[in-house]
């Protein structure tokens, strides 16, 4: 899926040379065997056909040789970088490389120390990629300063020197985002890419390619980087938030390249790159029978084409289709298109989005929201920070697209981050990145923020659970008309078959008929009209239903949901971490309350006030240092005087009550209890002197 995205830096530096592929055995022997300057010409032969695996053993072995050469370590530094954006061990070699360079290099002689100018280019990315921005321009400069005037890299070099400046401006003003690395249980040394995260952000879809289990990918492995096959696995979200072992889906063989697009919202479809066909087109597989099916090609015929379809992202109505292809007639690289489906069901011939989401440059891995009108997408133009930036473009009634935002310093890196996807309301996303730190050759990431949350939005939201836990029909569904849209349009509605769960996007301020059914809509067994609200940002209406399969009846209904800044709330939350709530200070050895500590008991005040049955434990917690008896005390005494001033600002006062724990619930090993001495910073001991407000009933 991930296509060589520079096939132009191997002819910029390498002249045509004819190539016959090795095997294992017989590159082993060449290592042992060949003279220096017959390791010079297979290395640069390798190097044309873009066996990088084969050149960067080669040019190990040249640099066991001759560890100083300058012309060697510009080898294996290009290597690493362009096989896998491994900066981090390129950049030594370049450093090196660039100690002695030659205007007059001579790629095929032995006898060449030097390295090619083309390294102050390589050495740029390196630093570029590395975030060290003033280093970067210095050597992006100097390959200009001394490249020759037709070199077909002089072109990327100016473009990097304007993504620099992007790189710079972003760094020095970084954005809310928490960046965290999803771990080893998803991520290996291999290749993990692709991430396509499930609504309720359970489900994670993604792209390895790790090794099979009994080897027999292995006879598969792409020779020209050492890699098995693409394949597709979903890991779920454990209990206590943590990934479970990824199970690789029924559809993929060891022979084919099967990599992840989109999924659509209810999990019943996913669709699939494969490159059967030489250019790489979408597929798709249909989950039944409690498993997905065998790939089938996307029907629609103008999607597919002898050029290069990668990737695709489908409305969770499944009305709209935005796909990238490098079919000419575009603007200029990859570009994203869209297609609709027509009255009788079939789809719309593609329409370049224009101009202002498409450049002359690369637009890859689209995805739309839940809401159908916010896409995000990656580019590599002059508005990135290096590689591929995500950015975000909102569509308006009149189908137009608002001007691309990148969306900033540290979720964009200097390296590519693509494919990135979100969660319902837009506040947690995943993406695929190659940065310090990391397990492996690419691994995905997750994306936290407070400021993404889509906006004029309502949403239906649900579940379906069954007495005894017994599998409901396939074909039950819930049908969403809206009485007073005027498009006439019902959109049905299909629950995860794992889950239960169910979504569909609502306009705000509107009248809507919600109808329960089975049978292929031919049986209806609940119905009910719902407004939406007209004054909230993001609204939801929620409908938990507990049905009998057998009877296919209603025995309860729940419309229990409470959303509060775009974040669902359910009980045990800490109310404090949802709306921000700065710390409660108070001066020292006191618990009067202060002016700053005022100002944050407040916004829990206006919280229970425009939710008048919830109820919240006011808890207060000290560090480790003084005796614990006292602290016991101070706490209760704090708690207490934070809950009165909340009491006497909130309807039913006695919603709130506040509670001591001292230091008896620290969040790290921070203890000093009798003579035991705490060697924890201050920051450390902060953590622990904090105040949470508990929900423990939300009706």
């Not at 809507?512 to 609204?539: A, M, P, Q, R």
């Not at 209890?673 to 622990?688: T, Y």
Request: net charge negative.
């Amino acid at each position: 899926m991930l296509k060589r995205l520079s096939i132009w830096i191997l002819t910029a530096t390498f002249p045509f040379l004819a190539f016959s592929q090795y095997t294992e055995e017989e590159l082993e022997k060449v290592l042992q065997t060949a003279s220096e300057a017959e390791l010079v010409t297979e290395n640069s032969r390798m190097l044309l056909e873009g066996y990088f695996y084969h050149a960067g053993r080669i040019a190990d072995r040249l640099l066991e040789i001759n560890p100083e050469s300058s012309n060697y370590n510009y080898r294996r530094g290009f290597i690493y970088l362009d096989l896998s954006s491994d900066f981090v061990n390129a950049l030594p070699m370049l450093e090196k490389a660039v100690k002695d360079v030659s205007i007059n290099f001579d790629m095929y002689s032995a006898r060449e120390k030097s390295a090619a100018v083309d390294a102050y280019y390589h050495l740029a990315r390196c630093y570029h990629l590395d975030e060290q921005i003033d280093k970067a321009i210095k050597y992006y400069e100097k390959f200009l300063d001394m490249s020759k005037t037709e070199s077909t890299l002089i072109p990327f070099a100016k473009l990097k020197l304007q993504q620099c400046q992007v790189a710079r401006r972003l760094i020095a003003n970084p954005k809310n985002y928490r960046v965290k690395n999803i771990g080893d249980v998803v991520n290996k040394e291999t290749a993990e890419y692709s991430p396509v995260i499930s609504l309720d952000g359970s489900a994670l879809y993604f792209t390895s390619r790790r090794e099979w289990p009994d080897s027999s990918s292995n006879q598969y492995i792409d020779p020209r980087n050492n890699m098995h096959p693409e394949d597709i696995y979903v890991s779920y979200l454990d209990f206590d938030s943590t990934w479970m072992d990824p199970i690789k889906l029924e559809f993929c063989v060891p022979e084919q390249n099967e990599a992840t697009i989109a999924v659509s919202s209810d999990e019943r479809k996913i669709y699939v790159y494969q490159d059967i066909t030489g250019g790489g087109d979408i597929y798709y597989s249909d989950f039944s029978t409690n498993k997905f099916q065998e790939l089938q090609q996307f029907e629609a015929r103008s999607v597919n084409t002898k050029y290069w379809e990668p990737h695709c992202t489908v409305t969770p109505d499944g009305q709209n289709m935005y796909f990238v292809s490098d079919r000419p007639g575009g603007f200029g690289g990859r570009d994203i298109y869209r297609i609709v489906r027509l009255p009788d069901g079939s789809w719309s011939r593609p329409k370049n989005l224009g101009p202002d989401i498409n450049t002359e440059y690369d637009e890859e891995s689209p995805f739309i929201a839940i809401d159908n009108k916010t896409l995000y997408f990656s580019s590599n133009g002059p508005k990135s920070m290096g590689g591929f930036d995500v950015f975000l473009t909102i569509r308006d009634e009149n189908n137009n697209w608002s001007t691309p935002l990148n969306l900033g310093y540290p979720l964009n890196s200097c390296n590519d981050d693509l494919f990135y996807t979100t969660t319902v309301n837009g506040l947690k996303g995943y993406l695929t990145s190659f940065r310090k730190g990391g397990y492996g050759e690419k691994d995905i990431y997750e994306i936290e923020n407070d400021f993404l949350g889509l906006n004029q939005l309502a949403v239906f939201k649900g579940m379906i659970k069954t007495v005894d836990n017994k599998p409901f029909p396939a074909d039950m569904a819930i049908t969403v008309n809206c009485l007073d849209c005027g498009d006439g349009i019902k959109r049905t509605v299909f629950p995860n078959m794992r889950t239960g769960l169910f979504y569909s996007a609502l306009e705000p301020c509107r009248q809507y008929e919600l109808v329960f059914h089975h049978s292929n809509g031919e049986i209806e067994f609940y119905k009910e009209n719902v407004s939406t609200d007209c004054s909230k940002e993001y609204d939801e209406i929620y409908r938990e239903v507990l049905l009998d399969v057998d009877k296919m009846e209603i025995i309860k209904l729940d419309t229990q949901r409470v959303v509060i800044a775009n974040k669902e709330v359910t009980v045990g939350t800490d109310l404090g971490k949802i709306i921000e709530i700065n710390p409660i200070y108070f001066d020292f050895d006191k618990f009067n309350i202060r002016p700053d500590a005022a100002v944050e008991l407040d916004k829990i005040v206006a919280i229970m006030n425009e939710y008048p049955k919830m109820e919240i434990e006011l808890g207060s917690h000290t560090d480790c240092r003084g005796k614990m008896e006292y602290n016991d005390k101070l706490s209760q005494k704090r708690a207490t005087s934070s809950a009165e001033y909340i009491k006497s600002r909130i309807t039913n006062p006695q919603r709130i009550f506040g509670k001591g724990y001292g230091e008896r619930k620290l969040l790290n090993n921070c203890a000093c209890e009798k003579r035991k001495k705490s060697k924890c910073s201050e920051e450390e001991h902060q953590l622990n002197r904090r105040t949470e407000f508990i929900i423990i009933k939300l009706e």
